[in-house]
């Protein structure tokens, strides 16, 4: 069984402070890592993904990952009220199937 | 226009009927992918098709049935619709990487 987990939240920040989402997985044969945000009753869109240990920036997101732990994490710096919303952590295997987690609903607060 | 459509986008259904869900796409990807989202459960993968003649089935296919008319077009039908079948449906697509998906609006169906 492949599992994706995420911690459900809700996660609430002050606007301007960094946000941070966990995200584990089972299969040590996960090749490819992906965050999603998902607006409320909306498609999720792709933010960033990753496929190397070790951290990723674009602008204000940063992926981190941790194969050995098993971990893959998303950093916000700066958060802005529009980025509320659920985050979901995808895991991506041999043959381009893909795993969600439940996604973590972030708040932040102006 | 949208590179990713589905129809209808709400529908309501007694259980027992048979329904179809469509999607289409005009960013020439190969790959296309249903999935059904739920409270608490998060994205599930139903069926997936790398090209019109390659269908998969994901982690939760019983129930459902799909047909891949075209490499633009892919279907999903609940041949005789149930309560627990409620759920907000995706369809996806994605490049012959697979390095990301793009998601169609989503159909929100009921089953009463």
């Known amino acids: 069984q492949k599992e994706v987990e995420q911690n459900s939240g809700p996660l609430s920040v002050p606007e301007g402070a960094i946000a941070s989402l966990n995200c584990t997985y089972s299969?040590?044969?996960?090749?490819?890592f992906f965050w999603y945000r998902q607006y409320s009753g909306k498609s999720p869109e792709l933010i960033m993904f990753i496929y190397s240990n070790g951290d990723k920036e674009d602008g204000r997101f940063t992926a981190q990952l941790n194969k050995a732990s098993q971990y893959v994490s998303l950093l916000i710096r700066d958060s802005q009220p529009s980025d509320s919303a659920t985050y979901l952590c995808?895991?991506?295997?041999?043959?381009?199937?893909?795993?969600f987690g439940t996604g973590t609903s972030l708040t932040v607060i102006p | 226009d949208a590179d990713v459509t589905q129809t209808p986008r709400n529908r309501i259904t007694k259980t027992g009927k048979r329904i179809m869900l469509e999607c289409s796409q005009t960013?020439?990807?190969?790959?296309m992918y249903w999935y059904r989202q739920d409270p608490g459960l998060g994205l599930r993968l139903i069926y997936y098709?790398?090209?019109?003649?390659?269908?998969n089935k994901g982690e939760i296919s019983d129930g459902y049935s799909v047909s891949r008319q075209a490499q633009a077009k892919f279907s999903l039908s609940l041949e005789s619709a149930i309560p627990n079948q409620t759920a907000l449906y995706f369809c996806a697509t994605s490049d012959l990487q697979g390095y990301e998906q793009y998601f169609g609006p989503g159909t929100r169906l009921t089953v009463t």
């Open positions: 960013k020439g990807h190969d790959r």
């Open positions: 098709s790398f090209d019109v003649k390659d269908i």
């Open positions: 299969d040590r044969g996960s090749q490819s």
């Open positions: 995808a895991v991506g295997y041999t043959g381009n199937q893909f795993y």
